[in-house]
């Protein structure tokens, strides 16, 4: 299989969504519950929160970097939205405020790993903490409530029959995919990813273009905390924490490499459904949840197996 | 080549479906041969297994549900509020007959009981209340009980005789407040024991201690402690430790690992234990109730049981 997908471009395209296909197909076998109209809404919810991080996390995997703070993120600006909007502020003021936090810690990182050339890893955990800390001392490690009725609407409404985070999922990777087919910034991207010395000699602002990413990444980290808080009607202390190794592992399942330059944003959706029916159907099948950790791992080791293949290919 | 590569893709699809066999056939139980209809599937939304007290909640339930030939669906929220939900919904999904919810948080669980009331599937919580949604049966340690059970073995302790304090924990919280009232009932019973000082310490053990040092100042004769939970009465030990004083009886709650360590060694007279298998077997046997429509009382407190030195 390795051997045909290195040869056949549209095979290795292909590949995480055959998977995808494959563990559906099995799992439809396996259990009446999965295959319903119902179940599969479900899934895409429950993936939703992790596939919208997971597009920022492809812009920032696809240069080369990696970002470790999402999940404290997530925690950091549900808090802050769920705070304001229980002082009694506005819907509008709150919602901005929260990915506002995103966007400016995202800045940051994006400053740090770009004029202090510090790396991507250590910048991002260094924020990772930080942003868990501040968590903490604005909740004072307590749940946060009292949000109004309207606020649940962007985690547990729905238009048409179909749940808000799904639609908002759908809006931002159309948004993600014409960026980087699309525009000069999205090709940016690649060219970095592929070789940022390189870029830069050719008289791309590549600092410019890497800020921006993490910038994004944050921005939508920050979005899935506010739907987080939405979904439960309530903004944890502890909220996202491990979130950082799920979009990781949705961005490589989806066939991104993790040396950058490669991937696409398609692919991470692919990976997070992959993963959201992997919980789903391992749920539904009455797998003990020590099992579905050791399954999990599986998969993600599987598909880096993959992924370290392609890169001898030269791809 | 090609073949070779065929060969390869067969080999890893057979691995794939193969693992994926045996990890279902693992949370299977398969069902015995006779077997006439379909048996009543119970689903529990547990916080946590990496705890003992939840691990024999879940030992508790599903004992309970071996034997009334019901079958048990067990998932870990890993205390993450957010796994819970998802955890619930495919509990939905799974179309369970009842859903058993130990919350996370009782406030972040409240949408999560909505849903399944839409999909009317009947909810009990255990341990952890709910704050919202419809809940049949909420099924939790009877806290009076426990407080009564310690303030008895204080006035038997000390011949119905003697000066008391008493540490409260956080001030508005159900356990606080159920702790000392079982507490104070027991102990008015007896007319030659007297509270000489009632204090809240916010179930802290570093509260407890400095609360417990003001209380030894203040007061020259001190014959027991209550402290409304196990961290705190640990606090006023060392208190007591470093003031010198002896000969006063201390008695915590929930009995810890450490707490019932001190009770070992003697420093600690005794602790009060909740009794999560009888919560795991109550919540199954109640969830059979209601399949059976018969009526189940809205609260069922659980006997709580008095930890002292062997």
Redesign the interface.
């Known amino acids: 299989?390795?051997?045909?997908m290195r040869r056949s471009p549209l095979l290795r395209k292909m590949g995480p969504l055959l998977g995808l296909l494959?563990l559906c197909f099995?799992l439809a076998f396996?259990s009446d519950?999965f295959l319903?109209v119902?179940?599969l809404l479900?899934i895409t919810?429950?993936v939703s929160?992790n596939a919208i991080i997971g597009v920022g996390m492809t812009l920032v995997i696809l240069t080369g970097g990696i970002d470790l703070s999402v999940g404290s993120v997530v925690a950091l600006a549900g808090s802050i939205t769920a705070g304001l909007l229980s002082g009694g502020h506005g819907l509008a003021v709150s919602l901005a405020a929260g990915i506002g936090v995103g966007g400016v810690l995202g800045l940051i990182n994006g400053l740090i790993i770009t004029r202090q050339k510090v790396q991507p890893f250590i910048a991002t955990m260094g924020m990772m903490t930080i942003a868990r800390g501040y968590t903490l001392v604005y909740t004072d490690g307590r749940?946060i409530?009292g949000m109004p009725e309207q606020f649940?609407f962007f985690g547990?409404g729905y238009i048409a029959d179909i749940p808000v985070p799904v639609i908002i999922m759908a809006l931002i990777f159309l948004a993600g995919y014409i960026m980087l087919k699309k525009t000069r910034f999205g090709r940016y991207i690649y060219a970095i990813g592929g070789n940022e010395e390189a870029t830069r000699l050719s008289g791309i602002n590549t600092p410019k273009v890497l800020v921006w990413v993490y910038v994004l990444c944050g921005t939508l980290a920050g979005l899935s905390g506010i739907i987080?808080a939405s979904?439960?009607?309530?903004a944890?202390p502890?909220?996202g924490?491990g979130f950082e190794l799920d979009a990781i592992a949705a961005v490589v399942l989806g066939g991104t490499s993790l040396s950058g330059g490669v991937g696409t944003i398609g692919g991470t959706l692919v990976g997070a459904l992959i993963i959201g029916v992997l919980?789903?159907g391992?749920?539904?099948?009455?797998?003990?949840?020590?099992?579905q950790q050791v399954?999990k791992g599986?998969v993600i080791l599987l598909a880096v197996m993959l992924d370290r293949k392609r890169g001898k290919g030269g791809a | 080549m090609v073949l070779k590569s065929k060969k390869r893709v067969w080999a890893v699809l057979l691995v794939v479906v193969f693992s994926i066999g045996l990890l279902a056939g693992c949370g299977s139980s398969q069902p015995p041969a006779g077997e006439p209809a379909k048996k009543a599937v119970v689903g529990l939304a547990i916080s946590t297994l990496n705890n003992p007290f939840f691990v024999d909640l879940r030992d508790g339930a599903k004992a309970a549900a071996d034997a009334s030939g019901m079958d048990l669906v067990v998932m870990d929220a890993q205390n993450d509020a957010g796994k819970q939900m998802a955890n619930i919904e495919d509990l939905i999904q799974k179309k369970v007959s009842v859903i058993v919810v130990n919350p996370v948080d009782s406030k972040a669980i409240v949408p999560a009981i909505e849903a399944a009331n839409k999909a009317n599937i009947p909810v009990i919580t255990v341990d952890r209340s709910a704050e919202g949604g419809k809940v049949v049966c909420a099924i939790a340690s009877d806290n009076v009980a426990g407080g009564k059970m310690a303030g008895q073995y204080i006035v038997e302790k000390l011949g119905g005789k003697g000066k008391l304090v008493e540490l409260e924990g956080l001030p508005g919280s159900s356990a606080a407040n159920d702790r000392g009232k079982g507490f104070n009932e027991a102990v008015k019973s007896a007319s030659g024991l007297s509270v000489v000082a009632k204090q809240p310490a916010d179930f802290d053990r570093g509260k407890g201690m400095k609360v417990m040092e003001n209380i030894l100042q203040a007061n020259p004769e001190i014959n027991a402690v209550f402290a409304h939970n196990d961290e705190m009465a640990l606090g006023a030990l060392e208190a007591i430790k470093a003031a010198n004083r002896t000969g006063m009886i201390v008695v915590g709650f929930d009995a810890t690992a450490d707490a019932q360590k001190a009770v070992k060694d003697g420093s600690l007279a005794a602790t009060v234990a909740q009794q999560p298998k009888e919560m795991g077997k109550i919540s199954i046997e109640t969830a059979k109730k209601i399949l059976a429509k018969e009526s189940v009382p809205a609260t069922i407190p659980v006997a709580l049981e008095l930890v002292v030195q062997k």
């Open positions: 299989m390795l051997e045909t494959l099995i396996l519950r319903t119902n179940n479900n919810r429950q929160l749940p409530t649940r547990g987080m979904r439960l009607n309530s944890q502890t909220a924490m919980d789903n391992l749920n539904l099948l009455n797998v003990s949840s020590f099992y399954a599986i």
